[in-house]
Structures are given as structure tokens and as C-alpha cells.
């Protein structure tokens, strides 16, 4: 599991590590461990520091006062160290530090020159870190934009500066980085898409901050976490021990969402699929699936709702299956005809346009504010919400933490996907997994198979490939 803190958590244990450690200790500890990433990337690059030419885009605070001491690190190691100050304001230990060793300061042109010139082999983003605010103007704009796509090798330092720590937002204009080497904790910016892309790969170095997973904001699921909550069946399994799916998806409209609904449950290892849906749905269905049942009868857990279209008994039909205290996955249309009241042993699985209509807000406010907007459905509601997309978030009412299922490439940002993971959701539910689990198992399911099978595979494909992962996966449970 991968916890992110917010900024408040994270100052509150400075606060305590420094009144054990004292000042400065925390800052040289982070210092080592940004020169170590930074060495061993420019050993991997070029075959050795010596030589290499180190410019530290440096910030007011102790951001910048990390760059500088990495800076002087790498110095003694025989690098050639530059600085180019975001203001006049530096940290002066730092500073004395970085001159030291023969650190120089660059004025702005001199850098921008250097920088189209292709000069410098490393680029140190030092600008800001937890302190910082989203975007960035003036003459480190122009510095960010004038690296971006260029030969140097970009370490952000705590986060890439112009993001904001605890936000999932990109910003208009930030510093992408190729790696980021956290200090302490993760920040959420870190863990939540748009801004994780612009990280590149993320090392957590260890300061000693004391931080209790029961103050995280964040939790992202890892393969062990997926391995362990998977239903893997034992030596005595019957299909009601693994669990009944009762699916109701589709329409004459679109009979596809049926298919794609059933296809998710069937690869996912359910006891039974049972077609609860539209006539004509069904025959396709049957087609594909032989395995799957059109006769009602006992379910352990129900889906409603992927490619229902406008349908007059919405409303009963949610109705019943809630009457029944099944656990149901209400997805896609369902949501749109969800009763006014809290509810229980229900899985909501809208995307951000879904969740926007449900919560009565623009679809930006949910981009923005995703982790609020999961919380606030689930609190609304009573009951277990995922949010799909390109982070996908799961929250529980009345617990702040929010989880986020293994992440996966784009491929899965495609008509059908939300359907399959819906029926695998359902699947999981039938097991007897938690709702909260069942998404996040779900949503890592796909991730990780779509990671494991880069490409433009249709939905109904990916799906056929998670037999082979959920086996591989065995090999990672505790
Ligand atoms: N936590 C820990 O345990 C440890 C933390 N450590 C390090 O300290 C870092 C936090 O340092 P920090 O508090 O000095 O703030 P930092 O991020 O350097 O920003 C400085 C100032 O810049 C300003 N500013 C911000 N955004 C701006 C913008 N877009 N455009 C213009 N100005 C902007 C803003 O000032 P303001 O303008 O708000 O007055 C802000 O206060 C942390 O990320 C980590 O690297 C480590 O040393 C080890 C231990
Ligand atoms: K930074």
C-alpha cells in the first residue's frame, strides 16, 4: 500500500521529527537522499558524475535549500554545479554551502541560453516543494518551458514545482519532471492523475517522519493488496461458495453493454452468471457465453444498470434488488435513477460526468476536487463509492481516507471498459468481498492486466486476458 499525506500532516510531523533531531538534520537527510537518485541517474545516463553540469532551479524556501545542498553533494563527487534563483531570497546555509564547492550562480539569460544549448546534463527542480502553489509565472516559466522536451535528465525535488501537493490538478504551467524524489511521505499529487504523470518515476526517501497510515489522505492498492483480497477458490468451492451473479444490463438499444457486462463477471471467476436483462440481450449473450443462465433464481449479488437507456421500471426494478439486501453494483443508467434516501450493500460506480450529475456540480469541480467529490457522494448516499478514470478513487462513508486502485495506462479510457469492470465488481461482490474492496480489486484488475497487455485492445479482449493475470497473481499472495 502506498499512503499520500497532506501538507498539514506532513508540517505536524516535521514539527515533532525536529524536536527530536533538531534543525537542518531533516534537510541533510532529504540532501542525501536527492544527490544519491540524482548520481545514480547521471551515472546511468553518462557512465560517471564527474563532468557532468548540474543546473538547480532554485526556490525562496527549503525546497530550493534541498537543491542546493544535492547541488554541493554532487560536487564533491566532481559534477560542475550551476544555480539560477527563482527570487533574491535563498536558503543561506544552503547557499554558503553550494559556493563552497564552487557552486555558480546563472542570471536568467545566461541559463536560458545554456538550456537551448543543450548544456546542462542534469536539471534540479528546486523551486518549491510542499510550500508551493499551482501554476507558475515570470522568468521560471519560461525556465520550465524552455527544459520541457529537452536532452537534460529533470529531478524534481519533493514535487514537481507549480503543482500543488495535495491537488490531482496539472496546472497551466508547471515543471514535468523525468523523476521526483520525495522526502518523508508521498503527497497526493504524487498518487493522483493528472498531476502523477508529470512526476516521472517517484522515489520515497526516508527522513524518520513520524506519520501514522491513520492520518493519510491517500491509500493506492499495490499487487500484494489485489493478491490478497482476490477470492481464490479452495479445494471444496462450490459455485455458490464463489458466488452468483445476477446481471441485468443491456437493451434492444444496446445489446453490447450486456455482453461486455457478462464478459467482465465470466473472466473474473464468478460460481454462475445469470442474464437478468433484455430478451434480445440475452440471445447474444447465451451465444457467447454458454455458460451463463437466463432462468432467475438465487443470486448472491446483482448488477444493474451498463447500456440500460431510458426504461420506464428503472426505478422498480433498483427497487427490488435493494429490497432483497444483496449486495448490487448500480452502475451507468442505474445511477441516474438512484432513491432520494441512503442506502446499503450498494456499489456506485459512476465516472466524473456521472458523479457530477449524482452530486449536483459541474463535472470540473469533480476534476478538480476528485477525493471530495468521492467523499461527499459516499457520505451522501451511505454507501461505497468508485470513481472511474484515469485514477480511480474509492470511497466509504464515514472514514476520511480514500483509496485509489493499482493505476493502468489510458488504453482503458474507452466505451465498454466501464461495463466489463462493472461486471468484474459484481463478480467480486458475489464472492463476498466488501464493497470497498471489490472496487478497488476490480479496478486494479484491469489496470494491471491493461499494463501487463499495452495496446488498443477492445474492452471484451482485455477481459479475456484476466484469467492468465488473476493466476500470475497467486504467486503475490502473503
Ligand atoms: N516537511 C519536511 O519534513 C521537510 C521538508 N523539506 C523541504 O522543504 C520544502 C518545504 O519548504 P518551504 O515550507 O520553505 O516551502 P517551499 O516549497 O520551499 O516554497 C517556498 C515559498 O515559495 C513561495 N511560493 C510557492 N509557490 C509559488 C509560486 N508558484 N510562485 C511564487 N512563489 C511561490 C511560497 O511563499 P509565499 O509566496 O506563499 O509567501 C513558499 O512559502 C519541502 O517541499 C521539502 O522540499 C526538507 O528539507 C526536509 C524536511
Ligand atoms: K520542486
Same mark, same amino acid.
Given at each position: 500500500m502506498r499512503y499520500a499525506y497532506s501538507t498539514p500532516a506532513i508540517r505536524a510531523a516535521e514539527e515533532r521529527a525536529m524536536a527530536e533531531v533538531g534543525d537542518g538534520a531533516l534537510m541533510q537527510r532529504a540532501a542525501a537522499g536527492l544527490a544519491a537518485v540524482c548520481g545514480d541517474r547521471l551515472q546511468r545516463r553518462r557512465g560517471r558524475v564527474t563532468g557532468a553540469r548540474v543546473l538547480v532551479v532554485t526556490g525562496p524556501g527549503n525546497n530550493g535549500g534541498d537543491g542546493l545542498y544535492a547541488a554541493s553533494r554532487l560536487a564533491r563527487r566532481g559534477a560542475q554545479v550551476f544555480a539560477w534563483l527563482v527570487?533574491? &531570497?535563498?536558503h543561506g546555509a544552503a547557499w554558503r554551502a553550494f559556493e563552497r564547492v564552487g557552486g555558480r550562480r546563472l542570471d536568467t539569460e545566461q541559463t536560458l541560453r545554456r538550456i537551448a544549448a543543450g548544456d546542462f546534463d542534469q536539471v534540479i527542480?528546486?523551486?518549491? $516543494?510542499?510550500?508551493g502553489r499551482a501554476g507558475l509565472t515570470g522568468d521560471l516559466a519560461r525556465i520550465a518551458d524552455a527544459t520541457r522536451g529537452g536532452p537534460a535528465d529533470v529531478v524534481a525535488v519533493d514535487l514537481p514545482s507549480g503543482l500543488d501537493a495535495d491537488s490531482a490538478r496539472a496546472g497551466e504551467t508547471c515543471f514535468p519532471a523525468d523523476a521526483t524524489v520525495t522526502f518523508g511521505a508521498r503527497k497526493p499529487c504524487l498518487l493522483s492523475e493528472p498531476a502523477r504523470s508529470l512526476a516521472g518515476a517517484v522515489t520515497l526517501v526516508d527522513i524518520g517522519l513520524p506519520l501514522d497510515p491513520g492520518e493519510a489522505e491517500l491509500a493506492q492498492w499495490e499487487l500484494p493488496e489485489l493478491a490478497a483480497a482476490w477470492p481464490y477458490p479452495g479445494p471444496t468451492s462450490d459455485k455458490y461458495a464463489r458466488g452468483v451473479v445476477g446481471i441485468d444490463a443491456g437493451s434492444a438499444h444496446y445489446p453490447g453493454a450486456g455482453l461486455l457486462a457478462v464478459g467482465g463477471a465470466v473472466h473474473a471467476g464468478p460460481g454462475m452468471v445469470r442474464f437478468l436483462g433484455d430478451e434480445r440481450a440475452g440471445s447474444i449473450v447465451v451465444q457467447r457465453?454458454?455458460?451463463?443462465?437466463t432462468a432467475a433464481g438465487r443470486c448472491q449479488a446483482y448488477l444493474l444498470g451498463p $447500456? *440500460? $437507456?431510458?426504461?420506464?421500471?428503472a426505478r422498480t426494478t433498483i427497487e427490488s434488488v435493494l429490497a432483497t439486501g444483496l449486495p448490487v453494483v448500480l452502475d451507468a443508467d442505474a445511477l441516474r435513477h438512484l432513491p432520494q434516501r441512503r442506502l446499503e450493500h450498494a456499489l456506485l460506480t459512476p465516472h466524473a460526468g456521472e458523479l457530477a450529475r449524482l452530486l449536483e456540480v459541474d463535472r470540473d469541480r469533480v476534476e478538480a476536487d476528485p477525493r471530495w467529490a468521492v467523499r461527499t457522494a459516499a457520505e451522501r448516499t451511505g454507501v461505497t463509492v468508485l470513481l472511474k478514470g484515469a485514477t480511480q478513487y474509492v470511497a466509504r462513508p464515514g472514514e476520511k481516507l480514500v483509496h485509489t486502485a493499482i493505476p493502468g495506462p489510458? *488504453?482503458? /479510457? &474507452? /466505451?465498454g471498459s466501464g461495463d466489463t469492470l462493472a461486471g468484474v465488481c459484481a463478480t467480486l461482490l458475489a464472492a463476498g468481498l466488501a464493497p470497498r474492496d471489490a472496487a478497488l480489486a476490480g479496478a486494479s484488475l484491469q489496470a494491471y492486466t491493461a499494463a501487463q497487455h499495452p495496446g488498443p485492445w477492445p474492452p471484451q479482449e482485455l477481459a479475456e486476458r484476466f484469467p492468465a493475470v488473476i493466476a500470475s497473481l497467486s504467486k503475490e499472495r502473503p
Amino acid at each position: 500500500m502506498r499512503y499520500a499525506y497532506s501538507t498539514p500532516a506532513i508540517r505536524a510531523a516535521e514539527e515533532r521529527a525536529m524536536a527530536e533531531v533538531g534543525d537542518g538534520a531533516l534537510m541533510q537527510r532529504a540532501a542525501a537522499g536527492l544527490a544519491a537518485v540524482c548520481g545514480d541517474r547521471l551515472q546511468r545516463r553518462r557512465g560517471r558524475v564527474t563532468g557532468a553540469r548540474v543546473l538547480v532551479v532554485t526556490g525562496p524556501g527549503n525546497n530550493g535549500g534541498d537543491g542546493l545542498y544535492a547541488a554541493s553533494r554532487l560536487a564533491r563527487r566532481g559534477a560542475q554545479v550551476f544555480a539560477w534563483l527563482v527570487t533574491e &531570497q535563498v536558503h543561506g546555509a544552503a547557499w554558503r554551502a553550494f559556493e563552497r564547492v564552487g557552486g555558480r550562480r546563472l542570471d536568467t539569460e545566461q541559463t536560458l541560453r545554456r538550456i537551448a544549448a543543450g548544456d546542462f546534463d542534469q536539471v534540479i527542480d528546486a523551486g518549491f $516543494g510542499i510550500g508551493g502553489r499551482a501554476g507558475l509565472t515570470g522568468d521560471l516559466a519560461r525556465i520550465a518551458d524552455a527544459t520541457r522536451g529537452g536532452p537534460a535528465d529533470v529531478v524534481a525535488v519533493d514535487l514537481p514545482s507549480g503543482l500543488d501537493a495535495d491537488s490531482a490538478r496539472a496546472g497551466e504551467t508547471c515543471f514535468p519532471a523525468d523523476a521526483t524524489v520525495t522526502f518523508g511521505a508521498r503527497k497526493p499529487c504524487l498518487l493522483s492523475e493528472p498531476a502523477r504523470s508529470l512526476a516521472g518515476a517517484v522515489t520515497l526517501v526516508d527522513i524518520g517522519l513520524p506519520l501514522d497510515p491513520g492520518e493519510a489522505e491517500l491509500a493506492q492498492w499495490e499487487l500484494p493488496e489485489l493478491a490478497a483480497a482476490w477470492p481464490y477458490p479452495g479445494p471444496t468451492s462450490d459455485k455458490y461458495a464463489r458466488g452468483v451473479v445476477g446481471i441485468d444490463a443491456g437493451s434492444a438499444h444496446y445489446p453490447g453493454a450486456g455482453l461486455l457486462a457478462v464478459g467482465g463477471a465470466v473472466h473474473a471467476g464468478p460460481g454462475m452468471v445469470r442474464f437478468l436483462g433484455d430478451e434480445r440481450a440475452g440471445s447474444i449473450v447465451v451465444q457467447r457465453f454458454p455458460n451463463v443462465v437466463t432462468a432467475a433464481g438465487r443470486c448472491q449479488a446483482y448488477l444493474l444498470g451498463p $447500456g *440500460w $437507456g431510458d426504461r420506464d421500471d428503472a426505478r422498480t426494478t433498483i427497487e427490488s434488488v435493494l429490497a432483497t439486501g444483496l449486495p448490487v453494483v448500480l452502475d451507468a443508467d442505474a445511477l441516474r435513477h438512484l432513491p432520494q434516501r441512503r442506502l446499503e450493500h450498494a456499489l456506485l460506480t459512476p465516472h466524473a460526468g456521472e458523479l457530477a450529475r449524482l452530486l449536483e456540480v459541474d463535472r470540473d469541480r469533480v476534476e478538480a476536487d476528485p477525493r471530495w467529490a468521492v467523499r461527499t457522494a459516499a457520505e451522501r448516499t451511505g454507501v461505497t463509492v468508485l470513481l472511474k478514470g484515469a485514477t480511480q478513487y474509492v470511497a466509504r462513508p464515514g472514514e476520511k481516507l480514500v483509496h485509489t486502485a493499482i493505476p493502468g495506462p489510458a *488504453w482503458t /479510457a &474507452q /466505451a465498454g471498459s466501464g461495463d466489463t469492470l462493472a461486471g468484474v465488481c459484481a463478480t467480486l461482490l458475489a464472492a463476498g468481498l466488501a464493497p470497498r474492496d471489490a472496487a478497488l480489486a476490480g479496478a486494479s484488475l484491469q489496470a494491471y492486466t491493461a499494463a501487463q497487455h499495452p495496446g488498443p485492445w477492445p474492452p471484451q479482449e482485455l477481459a479475456e486476458r484476466f484469467p492468465a493475470v488473476i493466476a500470475s497473481l497467486s504467486k503475490e499472495r502473503p
